[in-house]
């Protein structure tokens, strides 16, 4: 048996979790352990079709049935004005106009846009009872013609989704200059070209999305209990969406939430419901997704098919890079998908080399599938995608080795501004890249191969170099881009007299350790016990304001916690100066201990969290009591994480088989707050990564439209037999747009990992492209027409 | 899951007039194939008949020329079982690599062959050692008991009580795991009896058989080398998401001849 | 409804439930003990993992009425107090973790592997894990967790 003990906290150590002690003992608290009194059961009635006319709904016998409360339809939640989701981005077509938004109502109300969608909801008194009646109501549709296929749905015969935008083309939109790539593709002596597919994927957080909702009539007030990334933000959607009438009738709470991956950040159909439903009945009403309803609605991720062709001189430096992808929106536009297909995507098709000339469109989609939005690197994924297969594909046109068309092109100055709006502030790409060869032997690699050979095995090298955008800011840039809220992050830090600390933040932690990471900075800080120091996330009441936890942004919550505890540290001084009777500058503050370096004497950082409070040893007319610091940090810049993965596969040709044998990353995520923690991110995003390549594949029926891996026995979840041990090794070159010179690392590792596999798959075949995944049949039939050119 | 009942009867005789009372009655083992299905409101049992505390249906035993396994035991009894390691290794192999080990704490033997999943791994072995499977209500053998995919000879009312297979040190089973669901994309269990090579594939989407030429060619002196699948009828196999019949037809022949490999 | 009695972390409990009462709703929803977790509805995912007289089972995947008169261990009957179970704590210090959801199965299914195969190695405790799904770690520290743990275990209290 083994007790717990809170350490001193210090950036750059790998202190354990102090989540931990709940979540190993079952005191985690998620949002579907809530009870509340008088808890009701929701359970949503949903379209079996992929795209249908709504008729006659009849709820007559579901009505009847023991236990229901209530049943809601599409036509009750117009008549009782809640408001259409809307697309939280704006984002403007080639010609000017803004992307066409098809009307998303939160239960359907003539039309039925794909498997899944919710048409009624039933609550009752228990969750079996709310199943059995939504079994019961009998939904009449009109079947159409569904779509799945992108292109198909541009064409001239597809089924028009919504009735106000023809061809299904949400918004054609581009940029980088159109003529400056064609320049350079003039010029070119050499190019490559390629046509891929970046494969739908479902994000499966294991917390399946859940809500409980309670409303107050007497003062028309509203609780929320949401599993999400962004309860703040959400309480701004929901209030606007169900009318309520200011932020303080609205509290959002999101305890523990069970990973999100970016799927628990967009506002959805189905909570909002619920909001309303609590509203209607007066009672606390509660949903749990079960997780066929998550395969079939939460926002998927991925889902481009891209054209995309790179010129290059002889010497395989890279002149010119043009891009055109169609990106499946699904039947409506999700949250934040006009920005993830977008801003977030082909800003960064460059990658880490210095393209002078590039020209990129995307043109939006919509198709009778589930909404798309972001998910793990959102954007940034397939763009390193895009960019590390061509330039596979230039060396091997040039002939050169994987690591040399890179060495040849990488961006070796920073800051550099790109073609395409950002600014790199930081790197070593050159560096990075040698690490990550002597972390994987690449110098050994050939006898390796011959090895696997002589075993009949197959095995190939793929090198991938990422470069990606974290810390989302600052506020006016990405306003400038399209968005609509502020992309700071607060941080409030409060000491109470007995010198412990709370720290209040709108960054909200799924498991990303941020109770962790905020206590071992701010107890270094002060120089006070990890256990002195309380993190309080996920609580509007609580917290006043923030944006959530997504786009590896904690950089910018903590960035902000450190200008904070400069603040109380700096109003030490001065009341440790009145304390001792000296001036302010002359007291000196280190690991905890106030000093005079005249006098020698000292005040213990918790003795003056004390005379701050009983406020009697300085003039509280030139010095307010009290210990409380709040800052506002607006990030100058985003930040560039960036890295080398270097994959190693073997194929069984017999089979088709391909295993990941060794995967070793090199990346420079700036400064470390805790390598155990950033080590623990990177290897979950190289298992995302990983499993995108080799499994993991959304597959909707080409004619019905029906979702056909909507369970765990058709998707291919990544397990821990099917992964090897990585190997990682940081390379930082430290930011200088925060204080803490951090970049981000949730996201690298599932931007890093794809083109890395597929390049291994098709080093280790010599072929030029497998689109994702490299499922085992495909490879096998590969390894025949292999052989049969042998 | 719909309503229903649940009984937990004490002896065979009580499960079967629970069963026969009742048209709607199922009967309910392990429970980890039927739990699912309920869950997603497949099926609309009236009643689930418990067997798995039956004392009939319990135990392994070692019997003249081979070993009785009872209905009732569990995938982690069968893979732990010294008396099925020492008689017939390749069974013990196969159970232990049935599901994940949770699901072999309360799977059992009996409901595996009485659900007969296309994809199952138990019916391969059964039909490769040329298995009995003794019923409430009679003994019959492997391949008169599986009629085609999740369909057995068992008549309504009916319940596997135990299984009976011959010792065989010479047999091997390999599962070519569907990457999703893990259960078997193609299984194959080879035996060599002093009958001759039996040879049966399971996950080829009809239902699990018997591959007799390929047995056929051994028994005469074939090289198991020269075992392809042009020996192989298509027809035997379906395609899905996960392969499709011309792949699962491959991989079937590539694990019977690494199956046959270990067993020199 | 149907009576049933059962010893949940040592303590005895009869309650009267649904026959189509699955176990973990009778642990979460009657008896309150939310460490067991519904990742899904397929048994594959493993958060709901518990043991039932001693064994590793998937408590979505087995009736409550069947668990009459068993045995019951939770996460919640784990540790005493502040003092962990080495399992536990190997979670813990290996960073085993991160969103916490699918970590009481996973813990529960450890210790299991742990009763089963003493000091395990790292393919061995791959292969163990087939039944329980994390999105958030990919695998690495839980494997290097359930192999401490398990040496842990092992060693004299």
Known sequence: ?790 | MYELAYSRPESLTEALALLAEDEGAQALSGGQTLMPVLRARLAMPSRLVDLQRLPELAGIRLVEGGIEIGAATTHAEVAASAHVRAVLPALADLAGGIGDPAIRHRGTIGGSIANNDPAACYPSALLALGATVTTSRRTLAAEEFFTGMFSTALEPGEIVTAVRFPACQRAAYIKFRNPASRFALVGAFVAQLPSGYRIAITGGGHGVFRWREAEQHLDGGGAMAAITEDMLDLGHFTGDLHGSAEYRHHIAAVIVRRALSTLA | MTGITLTVNGREHVVEVEDRTLLVHLLRDELRLTGAHVGCDTSQCGACTVHVDGKAVKSCTMLAVQADGAEILTIEGLANGRELHPMQAAFREHHGLQCGFCTPGMIMMAIDIARRHPNPDAATVRAELEGNLCRCTGYHNIVKAVVAGAERMGEPA
């Not at chain 1, 107050?216 to 309860?231: E, K």
């Not at chain 1, 040399?404 to 501004?417: C, D, L, M, S």
């Not at chain 1, 072929?767 to 050119?789: F, G, N």
């Open chain 1, 1 to 790: 048996m083994t007790a717990m003990t809170a350490p001193m906290g210090k950036f750059g150590q790998s202190v354990k979790r102090v989540e931990d002690s709940r979540l190993i003992t079952g005191n985690g608290r998620y949002v579907d352990d809530l009870v509340l009194p008088g808890q009701t059961y929701a359970a949503f009635v949903r379209s079996a079709y992929a795209h249908a006319r709504i008729g006659a709904i009849d709820i007559s016998a579901a009505e009847a049935m023991p236990g229901v409360v209530k049943i809601l339809t599409g036509q009750d939640l117009v008549d009782g004005g809640l408001f259409a989701l809307p697309s939280g981005w704006n984002l403007n077509s080639v010609d000017g106009t803004p992307a066409r938004v098809g009307v998303h109502h939160a239960l359907a109300v003539d039309t039925v846009r794909f498997v899944g969608e919710p048409v009624a909801l039933v609550i009752a008194e228990t969750r079996g009872q709310a199943r059995d009646a939504a079994d019961s109501v009998f939904v009449e549709y009109e079947e159409l013609p569904a779509v799945v296929d992108m292109a198909a749905a541009l064409g001239p015969d597809a089924p028009q989704l919504h009735p106000d935008i023809p061809s299904n083309r949400a918004f054609t939109w581009d940029i980088g200059n159109a003529a400056e790539a064609d320049a350079a593709f003039a010029r070119a002596t050499r190019r490559v070209s390629l046509e891929l597919r970046n494969n739908r994927l479902v994000p499966n957080a294991m917390e399946p999305r859940a809500i409980n909702a309670e409303w107050r009539a007497y003062d028309g007030s509203m609780t929320i209990y949401l599993t999400h990334q962004n309860p703040i933000g959400m309480r701004l959607f929901f209030m606007m969406l169900l009318g309520l009438e200011s932020e303080n009738h609205l509290r959002v709470v999101s305890p523990d939430v069970g990973g999100g991956f970016g799927s628990k950040a967009p506002c959805y159909a189905e909570e909002l419901v619920v909001a309303f439903a609590a509203r209607a009945v007066g009672r606390p009403v509660k949903w749990t997704a079960e997780r066929t309803e998550s395969f079939l609605t939460d926002a998927h991720g991925r889902d481009h098919v891209t054209t995309a062709e790179l010129a290059m001189d002889d010497e395989g430096r890279f002149l010119g890079l043009k891009v055109h992808t169609l990106a499946n929106l699904g039947g409506y536009i999700s949250t934040s998908n006009a920005l993830v297909v977008s801003y977030m995507y082909a800003t960064m098709l460059c990658g880490q080399y210095a393209i002078p000339a590039v020209h990129a469109v995307v043109e939006g989609v919509y198709t009778n599938t589930c909404p798309v939005d972001a998910y793990r690197g959102a954007g940034r994924p397939e763009a390193a995608y895009v960019i590390e297969r061509l330039a596979h594909l230039a060396a091997r046109e040039i002939g050169v080795d994987q690591a040399e068309i890179r060495r040849r092109n990488f961006v070796k100055a920073f800051p550099h501004q790109t073609p395409l709006v950002y600014c790199y502030d930081s790197g070593d790409y050159e560096g990075c890249l040698d690490a990550a060869l002597r972390l994987a032997d690449y110098a050994g690699f050939e006898q390796r191969r011959a090895e696997a050979k002589a075993r009949g095995k197959l095995r190939g090298i793929g090198l991938s170099a990422y470069v990606e955008a974290c810390g989302i800011g600052p506020s006016k840039l990405l306003a400038s881009l399209g968005g609509g809220g502020g992309m700071w992050e607060s941080c409030e830090i409060r000491v109470q007299p007995g010198g412990s600390v709370e720290v209040l933040t709108g960054a909200h932690n799924h498991g990303q350790g941020h109770q962790t990471v905020y206590a071992q900075i701010i107890s270094e800080r002060f120089g006070i016990p990890m256990d002195r120091i309380t993190v309080v996330q996920g609580d509007t009441d609580r917290i006043q304001a923030g944006t959530g936890t997504y786009g590896s942004r904690a950089s910018v919550g903590l960035s902000a916690a450190v200008k904070s505890c400069e603040k109380i540290i700096e109003k030490g001084r001065h009341i440790v100066g009145y304390m001792l009777g000296i001036d302010p500058g002359e007291v000196d503050f280190a690991e905890g201990i106030y000093t005079s370096a005249a006098t020698n004497q000292t005040v213990a950082f918790t003795e003056m969290a004390g005379a701050a409070h009983a406020a009697s040893s300085f003039p509280t007319d030139k010095l307010e009591p009290g210990l409380v610091a709040t800052t506002f940090f607006d990030p100058p810049n985003f930040t560039y994480p960036a890295g080398v993965h270097v994959c190693e596969v073997e194929i069984d040709p017999e089979t088709g088989v391909t295993e990941v044998v060794a995967f070793n990353a090199a990346d420079d995520f700036g400064n470390v707050a805790n390598p155990l923690i950033v080590e623990g991110q990177v290897h979950g995003g190289l298992t995302q990564g990983i499993a995108q390549a080799l499994w993991e594949n959304a597959v909707y029926d080409p004619d019905t439209a029906q979702l056909m891996t909507a369970s765990y026995m058709d998707y291919g979840m990544p397990r821990a037999d099917s992964l090897p041990e990585f190997g990682l090794a940081f390379w930082p070159s430290p930011t200088p747009v925060n204080p803490l010179g951090m970049k981000g690392c949730g996201e690298a590792g599932a931007i890093g990992s794809p083109p890395a596999v597929i390049n291994a798959v098709c080093d280790a075949l010599g072929i030029a492209h497998v689109d994702m995944p490299a499922a085992p049949e495909k490879i096998w039939r590969l390894c025949q027409e292999r052989q049969e050119a042998l």
